[in-house]
């Protein structure tokens, strides 16, 4: 008997850099794929009739990640930003974000990307320890999801 598992996984690197445009601080960390998430990357093999993930948002609870997660648990109002890139290479989809000045101030503790500007389904999820973004600063997050 053939046994196969399908797993999503995702990877998130985080760069805050100050108004000067030099690098404050870099984070990579692991995050979940929400059961949302996964019902998404499902519909999108059954036809194109889900739409595409388009925005991350940041926010300030630093509840665990839980699979039944659906958005973030304190979005910072007005932080649903439109990526700025999103890369195919293999078996693993890479969506960029650049949350600018003034977008997504405050003590950042978890981020998500959804497939809407507002609302829309959640595809993953992460938390991390405080990332302090300034009105002047800027937050690029780059969210890798393999499909293995």
């Known amino acids: 008997m053939i046994t196969d598992k399908l797993n999503a996984t995702g990877y998130v690197e ?3 850099k100050g108004p000067d445009g030099k690098v404050k601080e870099t984070r990579e960390i692991h995050n979940l794929v929400v059961t949302t998430g996964l019902g998404f990357i499902a519909s999108r093999m059954k036809d194109a009739s889900a739409t595409v993930m388009s925005h991350m948002a940041v ?3 630093n509840t665990a990640a839980a699979l039944g997660d659906t958005a973030l648990l304190a979005e910072v109002g007005s932080s649903r930003t439109a990526l700025t ?6 078996n693993a989809v890479a969506y960029a974000c650049t949350f600018g000045a003034g977008v ?8 998500g990307i959804f497939n809407a500007g507002a609302a829309g389904t959640m595809l993953a999820r ?5 990332i302090p973004k300034g009105a002047s600063d800027s937050l690029t997050i780059t969210w890798t999801v393999t499909v293995s």
Do not use: D
């Open 126 to 130: 992460t938390v991390f320890t405080a």
């Open 85 to 90: 890139s999103t890369n195919v290479t293999a």
């Open 14 to 16: 985080l760069v805050l």
């Open 104 to 111: 997504g101030t405050g003590t950042l503790v978890e981020a």
């Open 59 to 61: 926010g300030t609870t």
